[in-house]
Nanobody, 131 residues
Framework: QVHLVESGGGSVQAGGSLRLSCVASGYTYSAYCMGWFRQAPGKEREERDGVAALHPRGSSPFYADSVKGRFTISRDNAKNMLYLQMNSLKPEDTAMYYC?????????????????????WGQGTQVTVSS
């Protein structure tokens, strides 16, 4: 059974940093693309925004324009871990953050930040940024 469990969320002031982690189990983690998505308060699942995504070997990261230069995605395939380092946080970064896994046959530039392409999802971790 596939499990994705996020951690590391919390409440910070604008300009602060957080590091999110996601541990995966139940599938061949190293073969899948991995991504971080977020769902802002009051928005539906269909409105989840892609934040960052990474190929199986950790190359060629994808970032949403809104987080480029502030967020860094990384992975440790030996530990089945995915990370999101978030710096210079802004109030508009407030959201529930989800990690997700994308089947290798669907890892393309068109799908890496597209929520409905992903196969497996975690339960999310809340990030709240105050001004």
């Amino acid at each position: 059974q596939v499990h994705l469990v996020e951690s590391g969320g919390g409440s910070v002031q604008a300009g602060g940093s957080l590091r999110l982690s996601c541990v995966a189990s139940g599938y061949t983690y190293s073969a899948y693309c991995m991504g971080w998505f977020r769902q802002a308060p009051g928005k539906e699942r269909e409105e989840r925004d892609g934040v960052a995504a990474l190929h199986p070997r950790g190359s060629s990261p994808f970032y949403a324009d809104s987080v480029k230069g502030r967020f860094t995605i990384s992975r440790d395939n030996a530990k089945n871990m995915l990370y999101l380092q978030m710096n210079s946080l802004k109030p508009e970064d407030t959201a529930m953050y989800y990690c997700a896994a994308l089947s290798p046959v669907r890892c393309t530039g068109a799908t890496m930040l597209t929520w409905y392409a992903y196969n497996y999802w975690g339960q999310g971790t809340q990030v709240t940024v105050s001004s």
